[in-house]
C-alpha cells in the first residue's frame, strides 16, 4: 500500500514529526493538502536554536494549522545528573531517547497511527524513526514520490518559507549543543550564539584525578576549540575543503547542499532531531 493509500484512511491518527529542519518542514508543505487531518508535532527538547523557534512560527502561519509542542516531563539536566554526569553521544544518544522519543510515544499513546516521515529518494541508506509499537504505520512520501533535495529546496521557495536562517552556519536542526555537529559547526555556533557557546562548554568536565574527558567532542574540548588560533584553523580547513567541493560541483550550488555534502557523521544523526 502506497501512501495515498493509507492518507485515506480515517481509522488512524495522522502525524508528522517537525524538528525544524527543511526536510520535515517542506513535508508539512507537501502534505498539507494532501492528509486531511494531519497531526503536526514539535518534540521540544527546550535547547534548541531560537532560530528553530522562530521557523516554526512562521512554518506554523503558513499551514493556518496549529503545531503541537510537546516536551519531556524533565529537562535535559535532569537526565544528565540521572547518567552520572556523562554527555551523551553517538553511541548512547540518551538525550533522542529520553527527550524526543519517549514524549513521541507518550503522545501517539496506543492509538493507531500514520507516521509521516522525511527521508528523500536521494538518501536511500538513510532509516527515520519508525516506533516499536504494533499500531504505528511508518510512510515515505518523498521517497516513494521520487523527490531529492533540490525538490526540497523548491517546496520551501515557493511557499515563500525559504530555509531556516541557522543553515548559513550550521547543517542540521536540532540542540545548540548537538555532538553530530562539525567544528566548523562548533564555530557558528561560538560566533552567532556566545552564550550558548559557553553553556555547552560549562558542560564538559575533565576528572583532576584520572584525566578522563566528558567533552562532546572525543578529541578536543570546546575550551581548545575557541582559542582564535583553533579558530582560525578551522575556518581556514574549511575553505579548503569548500573549494574541493565546488570543483565537484556546479559552482551556484548551495551552501546548504555544501553544509550536507561535507556533514561529518551526517549519516549517522538521529533522523528524529534533524530531519
Not at 48 to 64: I, P, Q, R, V
Not at 100 to 118: A, H, M, Q, R, W
Not at 190 to 203: C, G
Request: glycine share 6%.
Amino acid at each position: 500500500m502506497n501512501w495515498r493509500e493509507w492518507a485515506k484512511k480515517t481509522d488512524r491518527r495522522h502525524i508528522l514529526a517537525l524538528s525544524g529542519g527543511k526536510d520535515s518542514s517542506a513535508m508539512a508543505v507537501y502534505l498539507r493538502d494532501k492528509v486531511p487531518n494531519l497531526e503536526y508535532v514539535f518534540c521540544d527538547t527546550g535547547v534548541e536554536l531560537e532560530e528553530t523557534y522562530d521557523y516554526l512560527k512562521k512554518l506554523e502561519s503558513f499551514l493556518d494549522m496549529k503545531i503541537h509542542t510537546i516536551s519531556a516531563a524533565e529537562g535535559f539536566d535532569f537526565y544528565l545528573k540521572m547518567f552520572s554526569g556523562v554527555l551523551p553521544d553517538a553511541n548512547t544518544r540518551w538525550c533522542t531517547r529520553m527527550l524526543k522519543l519517549k514524549p513521541y510515544e507518550k503522545f501517539i499513546g496506543d492509538d493507531p497511527v500514520v507516521s509521516y516521515v522525511g527521508i528523500r529518494a536521494d538518501e536511500p541508506h538513510r532509516q527515520g524513526y519508525i516506533s516499536g509499537k504494533p499500531g504505528v504505520t511508518t510512510v515515505f512520501p518523498f521517497a516513494e514520490d521520487g523527490l531529492i533535495k533540490s525538490d526540497i529546496y523548491r517546496i520551501l521557495e515557493d511557499c515563500g518559507l525559504g530555509l531556516p536562517s541557522y543553515y548559513q552556519w550550521r547543517s542540521r536542526s536540532g540542540c545548540y549543543f548537538c555532538f553530530f555537529q562539525q567544528k566548523r559547526e562548533w564555530v557558528g555556533l561560538l560566533e552567532n550564539h556566545k552564550d550558548l557557546f559557553e553553556l555547552a562548554q560549562s558542560y564538559e568536565k575533565i576528572d583532576p584525578d584520572t584525566g578522563e574527558r566528558f567533552t562532546w567532542m572525543q578529541d578536543e574540548s570546546l575550551e581548545e576549540l575557541c582559542r582564535p588560533e583553533r579558530v582560525a584553523a578551522i575556518k581556514k580547513e574549511y575553505e579548503k575543503r569548500m573549494r574541493r567541493e565546488a570543483q565537484k560541483f556546479a559552482s551556484n550550488q548551495r551552501l546548504c547542499d555544501m553544509w550536507d555534502g561535507d556533514a561529518e557523521g551526517q549519516e549517522l544523526a538521529c533522523l528524529v532531531c534533524h530531519i
